[in-house]
Structures are given as structure tokens and as C-alpha cells.
């Protein structure tokens, strides 16, 4: 079974501007979890999908948004980017493995913004 | 409020010995579950093992196993017999298991692996 995909790899911004990464769950998986990650911050929830509605939010500004879609893909969108939104971006699907519920991280985005 | 405490910003090992990778963690919640992951430098996050707080058995995954002291609020991860590759950011985190996936992750410890 494919893992969790996400892309792009890596980003380059300027402030100002507008972001948008992708991330494909493990095969019907219907919950994907968004986390960035900083030196300072460690690793922060951003927000929960579960088929195609928003069901946990961390505490970030509205410039931070997401969406499902109805084969669970989900993309997260950052407006108006600030240097401090450089960061590792990392989306997690979760599996049912021998009675146990765990989750399951892609490789990452890193964006960077100048 | 949710907390997890990693003491330990990095910890050295010989290759083939064992060590212990610390957590602890805060949760009223009497239904969690408590994860450990791997970072390498490449920055993806590699599941390694998984405990449920109403598990009686602790945790194994091959040279991984966790040694979860409900009473104390622990769950350390120990890595057996110890390579090179092993070295890496460890993270402990933990989900109260109430419908959310929301992982809430300490700050990590890296273990330097030495030949």
C-alpha cells in the first residue's frame, strides 16, 4: 500500500504571498491531520479532516485554511505569508493496524519564505 | 491540558547497546494513546510504536518496546542493540481518545548513535 504523499517537497515564497500543499492520505484513509513543524515551536496541530469536514483546529490564525475533498486528499492554504510561516508541513492519515488506530506521516513540505 | 515532557535534549549510545529515551506525559483524560516516532535529517516522521492506555501488555515493535508506568505517567521508549541508522530526533506524543487524531508532541530528544 502506497503511503502518505505530499506535495511539493520543498517551496520558496516571498511574504506576502499565498501557499497551497497537498497531501493524499494512505487508501481509504478518510482522516488526515496537518502539523507544522518549527525550531522554536516544535511540532504544533494545525487541523483535522474526517471525510471532507473540519473536526479539530489548532490554534493558528485564519490565515492558515483547509479543505477535504471527497476521495480524502486534503490541501492547506497559508495567505498573506509571514517569514515566521517558514516550516516543515507535515500531514498524517490514520491506520487500523491489529486492532490499534495509528497515524501515519507523508515526507514533509518545507517551505521557506523570504 | 494535554503535555507531553521529554527531558532529555540528546543522549549518546554505543552501537549494540541499548538506551533509554524518556517521556512523560498529562492528560485528565482515562482513554489516550501514547506514540513514538523517528526524525531523521531527511524530516519524515517514521511511526515505531504504539501503547493504548487501557493496554496491559507494554508495547513491542522488533528492537523497539516501550515501558509504560501508568501510575507514574510515563512512557519511555527503549531501542535495543543500537546502529548507526538509529540516529535521529525522537518524539514522543500522545492522543486522548475522544474522536479527534490531534497529536499533541513534546520537544524531542536527539540520540547520536556512536561506532
Known amino acids: 500500500k502506497a503511503g502518505v504523499t505530499q506535495t511539493p517537497r520543498y517551496l520558496i515564497k516571498t511574504r506576502g504571498q499565498q501557499v497551497t500543499l497537498s497531501c493524499s492520505p494512505i487508501s481509504g484513509h478518510r482522516s488526515v491531520s496537518w502539523y507544522q513543524q518549527t525550531p522554536g515551536q516544535g511540532l504544533q496541530f494545525l487541523f483535522e479532516?474526517?471525510?471532507?469536514?473540519?473536526?479539530n483546529k489548532g490554534n493558528f490564525p485564519g490565515r492558515f485554511s483547509g479543505r477535504q475533498f471527497s476521495n480524502s486528499r486534503s490541501e492547506m492554504n497559508v495567505s498573506t505569508l509571514e517569514l515566521g510561516d517558514s516550516a516543515l508541513y507535515l500531514c498524517a492519515s490514520s491506520l487500523v493496524s491489529r486492532g490499534k488506530k495509528t497515524q501515519y506521516f507523508g515526507p514533509g513540505t518545507r517551505l521557506l519564505v523570504l | 491540558a494535554q503535555k507531553i515532557t521529554q527531558t532529555q535534549p540528546g543522549m549518546f549510545v554505543q552501537e549494540k547497546e541499548a538506551v533509554t529515551l524518556d517521556c512523560t506525559y498529562d492528560t485528565s483524560d482515562p482513554s489516550y494513546g501514547l506514540f513514538w516516532y523517528k526524525q531523521p535529517s531527511s524530516g519524515e516522521m517514521i511511526f515505531l510504536i504504539y501503547q493504548g492506555s487501557y493496554d496491559q501488555q507494554n508495547a513491542t515493535e522488533g528492537r523497539y518496546s516501550l515501558n509504560f508506568q501508568k501510575a507514574r505517567k510515563s512512557a519511555n521508549l527503549v531501542i535495543s542493540a543500537s546502529q548507526l541508522g538509529d540516529s535521529a530526533m525522537y518524539f514522543c506524543?500522545?492522543?486522548?481518545?475522544?474522536?479527534?487524531?490531534?497529536?499533541?508532541f513534546g520537544k524531542g530528544t536527539k540520540l547520536t548513535v556512536n561506532p
Open positions: 506524543a500522545m492522543r486522548e481518545e475522544g474522536g479527534s487524531e490531534k497529536l499533541v
Open positions: 479532516y474526517f471525510s471532507e469536514t473540519q473536526r
